[in-house]
């Protein structure tokens, strides 16, 4: 049997970031073949995610990333069970690195797949942190957005994630872009505009603020005018570009970004949230 010394397990503890014990275990285990004993600590850890595949994982941390000339970006989190985890150093660091890796990808297939460090995938990464953790984590969303300037924005306590996308490179976009990204953070709307939300639910708008007519008294022949008022304050309320904008209540976020150009406008965006 090899000698396991303090230095070996101490090297396969930041490797890995498993336990002290656990690593002279698995250095033991493996009679001192470093690369063999971290797989015997990624095995670990495949056991312990499939004895937690059917818990919760709604705590994480939610991150957004964009790239150097700021024309991707991209929005994930990082989900674990506990919130005692979520805000270790350790868990937000990951979420962060992952995040980066998650740039150079186009799907979250292609994301669990990209390579984390040496050969070792994303998705064997998480695999192993489950083992090293003892909680059940995951990718819980990927979000990526192109245009010719995307902004991001990152809520306190890493619960609330977005990415927004302007129509132009121009002088204040990074301003504006993590403005109306903070806009989306705090008002979550449902879509980019009016043609953004689905039939179904203009419909069913439609049909309440018909019934609430009804009860009020107001006439059938008057009902389809007046339901129509209603769904534009809907889409005002619950549009992005139409929502009022929450730093000047006197101006929409449409006319917001107009401010630093008149053609520049909102092309997209993506919010991810906890819970």
Known sequence: MAKITAAEVNKLRKATGAGMMDCKKALVESDGDFDKAIEILRKKGQKVAAKRADRESSEGAVIAKVNNNATKGVVISLNCETDFVAKNEDFVNLAHKLAEIALNSNSMEEFLAADFDQGLSV???????????????????????????????IHAGNKIAVITGLSANVDGAAVVAKDVAMQ???????????????????DKEIEIAKDQLRQEG?????????????LKRFFKDNTLVNQMFIKDNKKSVSDYVKSIGDDVKVVGFERVALG
């Open 123 to 153: 998705q064997d990464k998480l695999i192993e942190q489950t083992g090293v953790i003892g909680e059940k984590i995951e990718i819980g969303a990927f979000k990526t957005l192109e245009a010719p300037f995307v902004g991001s924005y």
């Open 184 to 202: 989306a953070a705090a008002m979550n709307p449902i879509a980019l505009d009016e043609t953004g939300i689905d039939q179904a639910i203009i």
């Open 218 to 230: 107001k006439p059938e022949a008057m009902l389809d005018n007046i339901a129509k008022g209603k």
